[in-house]
């Protein structure tokens, strides 16, 4: 086949691309500098007001910084739990490999607003958590689990679990097994293994699952709605609230374009601390 | 410097046979020892247990007379060659090379003198902040090589360490091994299933079938004094010629080129003699010697394979430098010198 040919093969991805991808961010990207309109979407013509608003304002800022720290606790969270989780999966002498596999993909498994609300039964002032510390006579009032940034990073880190654990896995499984029998014919014993082979060769692994949980939690809705109620609220959920309740479509996207050029950043600023020389 | 000896070492794993079946070995101070055999014969197996990295089903290992078969694979003091290198990729050939030192907390400077004396060794000094990656294989070859000589081992143990380099480099790593193994003069057990690295780098050959030890000795012994049909044609090319021993000669076996001494059976009985292909001489038709007929040629530059079959229908192969330009379906003379024969023992 000739190199032009070859091309048409990309097509039907590219149209894909564009349609669903690049002309929505586009869309946003515009929608975010128009005058907010009087029952339509937009009024006439382009302004920055609606940068200098979120700018000048704690509130929007103090929201966005605290959607990012929801972001990265949550990310930190799923890295603690995920790695040794990652790592026994990743063993290649594990049995029962399906069944377990099973358990980790279970959150994704359950929709996003059943799985929601079963955090709300759990983490509730009357919920199964505070009921049961209290019958054991541990606590006297309820633990503050719900309508906080707490309950949102443990919801948060449930369903992101997988994000973190199968990129992980991956890159454990890619190790070859020798590099680890040479650490221990050089004298490493098995912590000494791990410090200084095999979670190095994991990096790769940690980064994805890093910068992917970060990135969904920052866009998180549905459960920071659900478990923030009223009164912890994430930048997602403002934006939704300008789009939907108050109707000022230009002020929500820019707020959205402002949270992806934090989020972007940190992003970068993440994978240039964490880049690998031996790639 | 360090003795190796097994002890009936045998490895069974769950529900199977025996993968190395009671083998005992000798290995002196400073021999080159390569384990060689057709791969399941179990001398993989064998090198793991000397390692550390497969547990010992019975028998013993001894180092010096002491025995290592509970002592874990980070405490043997072992130098290990893997055959796919297993180098730290994300570290450079320099803290490849200081791993081991700094696992026996060796102090800073001891540590940059000794592997600075081990990248001139291996002659990798100008490729010391390079990652495993950007390196050649025979490169990354050599790094293995040091760094499993950095922590000055007690053995050095090689798995298969050529098998994935082209023909011409792994001629020059045969040499360079065995150099190096001469300089430093460490005791080495090297696996490997061709004959030729076997052959042209070990003190001691050991060739393995189905977990036992067929036969071990010096490489030349191997080739001209094979036991066995399995390891004769193990080690090169050669005839096998089944004998009944001769009436009218008692003591001899009956061979186209004439009676041949054999040891043991009685007159009637059968046996198996062997003959290298390079102990025959070929002759063109008429001078004396045993008339035969060409029937494949290959010609391969300083050598000549011919395949001959005699009036009775046996087939023989030989080798030789190609002096006379036979091709096929010439009759030719084969003569040999009789004490080229080889009795084999009967293998059962």
């Known amino acids: 086949m000739t190199q032009r040919k070859t091309f048409l093969l990309l097509l039907p991805a590219g149209v894909l691309l564009v349609v669903f991808l690049a002309i929505p961010y586009v869309s946003v990207f515009i929608s975010a500098f128009r005058v907010p309109g009087q029952g339509t979407p937009y009024g006439d013509g382009y302004t920055l007001a609606n940068f200098t608003r979120i700018l000048g304002d704690w509130f929007y800022l103090g929201q966005a910084v605290n959607t990012m720290l929801i972001g990265a606790v949550t990310t930190l969270a799923t890295l603690v739990i995920g790695l040794p989780v990652a790592f026994q999966l990743a063993r290649p002498d594990l049995k029962l490999r399906g069944l377990f596999y099973g358990i980790v993909l279970s959150p994704l498994l359950v929709g996003i607003v059943i799985r929601s609300y079963g955090w709300t039964i759990l983490l509730g002032n009357n919920g199964v958590i505070n009921r049961t510390l209290r019958g054991w006579g541990w606590i006297d009032g309820p633990l503050p689990l719900m309508y906080n940034t707490l309950g949102i990073v443990i919801a948060l880190t449930h369903v992101f679990l997988p994000f973190m654990i199968l990129p992980i896995m991956a890159a454990v499984q890619g190790i070859d097994p020798s590099v680890a029998s040479a650490a221990r014919s050089l004298g490493a014993r098995r912590p000494t293994v791990i410090r200084r082979v095999l979670l190095p060769l994991a990096m790769p692994g940690i980064q994805s699952g890093c910068i992917l949980v970060f990135v969904l939690a920052l866009s998180s809705y549905v459960t920071p709605a659900l478990i923030g109620g009223l009164r912890v609220k994430t930048t997602a959920v403002t934006v939704v609230d300008a789009m939907i309740d108050t109707f000022q479509w230009p002020f929500g996207a820019a707020l959205a374009l402002t949270l992806s050029v934090l989020g972007g950043a940190s992003v970068l600023i993440f994978a240039r601390l964490t880049r690998m020389k031996w790639k | ?348």
Do not use: W
């Open chain 2, 1 to 348: 410097m360090t003795e190796v000896r097994l002890n009936r070492l045998t490895k069974i794993y769950a529900g199977g046979k025996p993968a190395v079946d009671a083998i005992s070995l000798d290995i002196p101070t400073g021999q080159f020892v390569s384990l060689l055999g057709p791969s399941g014969c179990g001398k993989t197996t064998t090198l793991k247990m000397l390692a550390g990295f497969e547990d010992v089903t019975s028998g013993d290992i001894t180092f010096d007379g002491q025995d290592v078969v509970r002592v874990p694979a980070e405490d043997r003091d072992i130098g290990m060659v893997f055959q796919n290198y297993a180098l730290f990729p994300h570290m450079t050939v320099h803290q490849n090379l200081a791993f081991g030192l700094e696992m026996r907390k060796i102090a800073r400077p001891e540590i940059q003198r000794r592997v600075q004396a081990t990248l001139e060794m291996v002659q990798l000094d100008h490729l010391a902040d390079r990652y495993p990656a950007q390196l050649s294989g025979g490169q990354q070859q050599r790094v293995a090589i040091g760094r499993a000589l950095t922590i000055e081992p007690r053995i050095l143990l090689l798995d298969e360490p050529l098998a994935n380099l082209d023909a011409k480099l792994r001629e020059e790593m045969r040499v360079f091994i065995r150099d190096l193994q001469k300089r430093v003069g460490i005791t080495t057990i090297y696996v490997t299933h061709d004959q030729a690295e076997a052959m042209t780098m070990s003190d001691i050959v050991v060739v393995m079938f189905d977990g036992h030890i067929a036969q071990a000795g010096a490489p030349r012994d191997i080739y001209e004094t094979p036991k066995t049909a399995k390891v004769a044609g193990f080690v090169g090319q050669v005839n096998l010629i089944e004998a009944h021993v001769d009436p009218d000669h008692p003591g001899h076996a009956a061979t186209p080129f004439g009676p041949v001494p054999v040891t043991a059976p009685g007159v009637g009985e059968t046996v198996t003699l062997a003959l290298r292909p390079e102990a025959i001489d070929i002759a063109p038709a008429g001078a004396p010697g045993t008339p035969a007929t060409i029937e494949r040629v290959q010609y391969s530059g300083a050598i000549v394979d011919y395949t001959l079959r005699f009036a009775d229908g046996t087939a023989m192969e030989v080798k030789t430098i190609p002096r006379h330009p036979f091709a096929i379906g010439d009759a030719v003379s084969l003569s040999v010198d009789l004490a080229r024969f080889r009795q084999l023992e009967r293998e059962y």
